[in-house]
């Protein structure tokens, strides 16, 4: 099975910081890797995803994520956030897209 | 409908009781996924869905778990004698086909006391 670390649990930062959200995995075969971004009181969206190609993948509402396979790393990074940019993210990998492998959460707070 | 839609949002029972979760998934979609998110947890793969193939089923936690998906479309969750650490979010998903994107719902929030 694989395995999905996202490192912090919580980042404060303020508005118009930059920010970079963390996340490994543990695979040895090829994997597709995903950001999912849940608002309070809503369903999961998918931010960005990596399937092949260029490493650095662009996704919604200004965010980008490079893959690094010698690193088993896919984080997640903006340049200037905002205050509506606080949500729980989550980094999930999947072999197949049978199963999903979601990491643990990360909850970003962007205060003023 | 437009998305993933899951009912009943909110249910509380009592500890022992069954409990049936549903999911009415993106019309024509033919994958369907079940997750679970425990407090301050990442999504637990449950349970998956394609087509008429068998069910993956190698998600769910014990035999008191149990899902099906009628005419391939809606599918039910059902838990059986609930515990305690049953409480959690229950997420469904859906997507058109395999490798395409998946959509989730907003989840049905368990809580057994």
């Known amino acids: 099975a694989q395995s999905v670390t996202q490192l912090d649990s919580q980042v404060p930062v303020f508005e118009e910081a930059p920010v970079e959200l963390r996340c490994n995995y543990s695979s040895s075969v090829s994997v597709y890797l995903f950001w999912y971004v849940q608002y309070p009181n809503q369903g999961l969206q998918l931010l960005l995803k990596?399937?092949?190609?260029?490493?650095l993948v662009k996704g919604i509402n200004g965010f980008e994520a490079e893959f690094n396979k010698s690193q088993t790393s896919f984080h997640l990074r903006k340049p200037s956030v905002h205050i509506s940019d606080t949500a729980e993210y989550f980094c999930?990998?999947?072999?197949?897209?049978?199963?999903?492998?979601f990491g643990s959460g990360t909850k970003l707070n962007v205060k003023p | 409908g437009a998305g993933v839609s899951q009912s009943p949002s909110n249910k509380v029972t009592e500890k022992g009781k069954d409990v049936e979760l549903r999911c009415d998934p993106i019309?024509?979609?033919?994958?369907l996924y079940w997750y679970r998110q425990s407090l301050g947890q990442g999504l637990e793969f449950l349970i998956y869905f394609q087509g008429n193939s068998a069910p993956d089923k190698s998600g769910l936690p014990s035999d008191r778990f149990s899902a099906e998906r009628t005419g391939g479309s809606v599918s039910t969750l059902t838990i059986q004698r609930t515990q305690q650490e049953d409480s959690a979010v229950y997420l469904c998903a859906s997507s058109l086909e395999v490798n395409t994107e998946v959509f989730f719902g907003q989840g049905t929030r368990l809580t057994v006391v």
């Open positions: 019309s024509g979609h033919t994958a």
């Open positions: 990596y399937l092949s190609g260029s490493t």
């Open positions: 999930a990998v999947s072999e197949d897209f049978n199963k999903f492998y």
